[in-house]
């Protein structure tokens, strides 16, 4: 923030970064070689509905700004328990799923509503379960960063396979430094 | 982008320029008034600067401390964590410390010298209170404080009413101990510091109103900023009616403990309507729901 903006107490809404997000598919050819993880086929993009009309309201409306391309997948809208909106997306094509959350996120940038996004979510299961169990990446929409989200219960995640994710995928992917920002997503609506 | 324009109020700006013009001029008197002093040019500087800057490092540590709050960890307040977490990601900005207070006044406040070093704190009463949409709207404000650096800039603003308090202070001891004055030369003097003296005097009430004045724009910005983040004006509006609303009805006495507070005070704990709102450190409730009702209309516009 510039010294303006302190003296006249002003925030800048935060416009997010989304190119990151292609750099997915070559990290999910990793994913599978050293970690026997392939892309579930679930993908969710997590955001904070405001009010009014230029902020949709109605499950509805998202789904028809969101309408494109609806060959193979399906696309649907769910709340989580904190408020915010879940665009959940199906398709068995990683490839697929990163085009339709890039195309989800910059219809919503169309619309100005950019600075409401969160994260977006891909699923990754074992390819021989039960493996080392499920994780999930997250794609960090403000900062332009992922970081591995396992969760093994209610309210636990096993960190150690998320740093094991981390090490692999580093090099393909930027990788979220700040650990405390490793958010964790309970009962999210992407498996 | 299209909504790029909602984030500044250019009414509330200008507002904002002209007190703190105000405050700056009233600097240059104050220098001025010292320099004809002289003497206690450092010892005024000294014992200020040292004051104000403890004030404003250890802030986050005398804040927790008068209002008997903890730290707490994520595995105890998850949910208070989960939602900073997402405001400060939605924000892009660091995660301040978080605490809560155990008593039931439903307040919160954020402190701390520098967004690196922020605690935002929210009371039992807050938590019990509130839904969570409308706590996730009062941390939303909470955490424009502290992207707004009010504590610096809320230092710095009061510093200057400390600075004249002390300056008519040392006035008034230098003209009692100079007593009658023997020779011309010193009745001069004893003149020249009792002028010192009403005119810090004057300056301190002058700064006093300024900074209160600051502090309310600074909470109206903090409520647009907060607003826009979580993007439902209304829903920090009907929690700005839970609070204040729960709060006129608590005894005054009960009260009156944390009124030291009250500038980094969500809702200022003050029962009833006495003090008048020129010596208000927050905007009243209707100036408050005036603004947000207008930011609804802007951002649906």
């Known amino acids: 923030m510039g010294l303006r903006d302190t003296l006249f107490g002003r925030t800048k809404q935060v416009a997010p970064k989304l190119d990151g997000l292609f750099a997915l598919p070559s990290a999910a050819l990793t994913l599978e070689s050293e970690l026997d993880l392939v892309p579930s086929g679930n993908a969710g993009l997590c955001f904070k509905a405001g009010s ?20 193979t997948g399906t696309v649907k809208v769910t709340t989580d328990d ?6 959940v997306v199906t398709d068995p094509e990683l490839d697929g799923l990163v085009t339709r959350i890039h195309g989800a996120n910059t219809t919503m940038v169309e619309h100005g509503l950019g600075p409401r996004l969160l994260c977006a979510v891909f699923g990754f299961v074992p390819k021989t379960p039960p493996g080392d169990g499920a994780v999930r990446m997250v794609y960090l929409l403000k900062q332009g960063t992922f970081y591995p989200f396992a969760p093994t ?9 998320e740093l094991r994710v981390r090490s692999f995928v580093g ?9 405390a920002r490793w958010m964790a997503l309970w009962n999210l609506p992407v498996s | 982008m299209a909504d790029s324009k909602i984030e500044s109020d250019h009414g509330l700006n200008v507002r904002m320029f002209m007190t703190g013009l105000a405050l700056v001029i009233l600097y240059v008197i104050i220098f001025t008034v010292l320099l004809n002093v002289g003497v206690q040019l450092v010892f005024v500087i000294v014992i200020c600067g040292g004051l104000l800057f403890s004030q404003y490092y250890f802030s986050d540590k005398i804040a927790m401390f008068s ?12 949910k208070l964590h989960q939602i900073v977490d997402r405001l400060c990601l939605l924000a892009n900005m660091e995660k301040p410390r978080v605490g809560v207070a155990e008593m039931d006044i439903p307040n919160a406040f954020a402190t701390g010298r520098s967004p690196n070093h922020a605690v935002i704190c929210a009371t039992r009463g807050l938590m019990n209170r509130l839904n969570d949409e409308e706590l996730e709207a009062v941390l939303a404000h909470e955490l424009s404080h502290v992207a707004h650096r009010d504590v610096a800039i809320m230092t710095i603003a009061s510093g200057v009413g400390m600075l004249a308090g002390l300056v008519s202070r040392i006035a008034l001891w230098s003209t009692l101990l100079s007593g009658g004055g023997r020779s011309r030369s010193g009745n001069q003097i004893v003149l020249l510091e009792m002028l010192t003296f009403v005119v810090s005097i004057v300056i301190y009430v002058i700064a006093f109103l300024l900074t209160m004045a600051l502090s309310r724009y600074r909470e109206l910005a903090a409520d647009r900023s907060g607003a826009i983040l979580i993007g439902k004006p209304s829903v920090l509006a009907s929690a700005l009616v839970h609070v204040t609303g729960d709060m006129g009805r608590i005894p005054r006495t009960d009260l009156r403990k944390s009124e ?3 500038a980094f005070f969500f809702a200022p704990a003050l029962a009833g309507n006495t003090a008048a709102s020129l010596f208000s450190t927050h905007p009243s409730l209707e100036k408050r729901l005036d603004a947000l009702k207008k930011l609804e209309v802007e951002l649906n516009g």
């Open chain 1, 171 to 179: 090099d393909d992917l930027p990788m979220e430094k700040d650990l």
């Open chain 1, 82 to 87: 904190l408020g915010f909106k879940w665009l």
């Open chain 2, 67 to 78: 209002m008997h709050a903890k730290e707490v960890t994520p595995a105890q307040e998850p």
């Open chain 1, 153 to 161: 219960g209610p309210n636990q995640r096993d960190n150690e396979l």
């Open chain 1, 52 to 71: 009014g009309e230029t902020t949709i309201t109605t499950d509805d409306e998202i789904i028809a700004l969101l309408n494109f391309d609806d060959k």
């Open chain 2, 260 to 262: 030291g507070m009250n």
